[in-house]
């Protein structure tokens, strides 16, 4: 257990609609990241917040959006749904990313979009 | 941007055997972490590599960084079912840094009995 807790684990959704993934950190933890792991792209880093700021932006769509809340949780805001958004999106949390040291990753959440 | 590629994609060896896995970056090396993760599971963290020769081993696996060659490799000796996952290589994109890891493509492992 990374200590790092994702809701929902599983999602089935349809074309079009919006959905939200939330993430918890672990504790005292106070950068996020948030990726995305797809057959055909592998594991793509989307974004990072450090204490509710935006801190670096990846490949992220901007029909995706993600804000970090004063408690530290995060959440994951997947609008416009498309066929290709279906995947297992992960997220991470590390005390300081200014320091090496190791990403902690939830579970994820497998979102299926048909 | 950074690229990772991990050799082979996929290997099937017999419990017992040994085995490695090689990742190699089209750019300078920062720091090299190596990730394993069960089928449809999170990414569990094995090792992180920080400088050019340095090797580190944990149980039956070890890692090597290599900076001249911009590569990494992951070895597993007498695998063991338990072994059987994805790995992962991700590297930061600057020094001193954990944040926006880019990973590769990564090797899908399996151990028969």
């Known amino acids: 257990d990374s200590g790092v807790t994702q809701t929902p684990k599983h999602l089935i959704t349809a074309t079009g609609q919006r959905v939200t993934l939330r993430c918890s950190p672990r504790?005292?933890?106070?950068?996020v990241y948030w990726y995305q792991q797809s057959l055909d792209q592998g594991l793509q880093f989307l974004i990072q917040y450090y204490n509710g700021e935006e801190r670096a932006k990846g490949n992220i769509l901007e029909r995706f959006s993600a804000q970090q809340f004063p408690d530290l949780h995060s959440e994951l805001n997947l609008s416009s749904l498309e066929l290709g958004d279906s995947a297992l999106y992960f997220c991470?949390?590390?005390?300081?990313?200014?320091?090496?040291?190791?990403?902690?990753f939830g579970e994820g959440s497998r979102l299926t979009v048909l | 941007s950074q690229e990772l590629e991990q050799s082979p994609q996929s290997l099937i060896v017999q419990e017992g055997k040994n085995l490695t896995i090689n990742c190699t970056s089209s750019k300078t090396l920062y720091g090299l972490y190596w990730y394993k993760q069960k089928y449809g599971e999170g990414l569990i963290f094995l090792m992180m590599?920080?400088?050019?020769?340095e090797e580190k081993s944990h149980e039956k696996i070890t890692a090597k960084l290599d900076e001249k060659k911009q590569q990494s490799s992951l070895h597993i000796t007498a695998s063991q079912p338990s072994h059987a996952g994805i790995y992962l290589c991700?590297?930061?994109?600057?020094?001193?840094?954990?944040?926006?890891?880019?990973f590769g493509t990564g090797t899908r492992l399996q151990v028969t009995l």
């Open positions: 590599l920080q400088k050019g020769g």
């Open positions: 991700g590297a930061p994109p600057g020094p001193g840094t954990a944040s926006k890891l880019t």
């Open positions: 504790s005292g933890d106070l950068s």
């Open positions: 991470a949390s590390t005390l300081n990313p200014g320091q090496d040291g190791e990403l902690f």
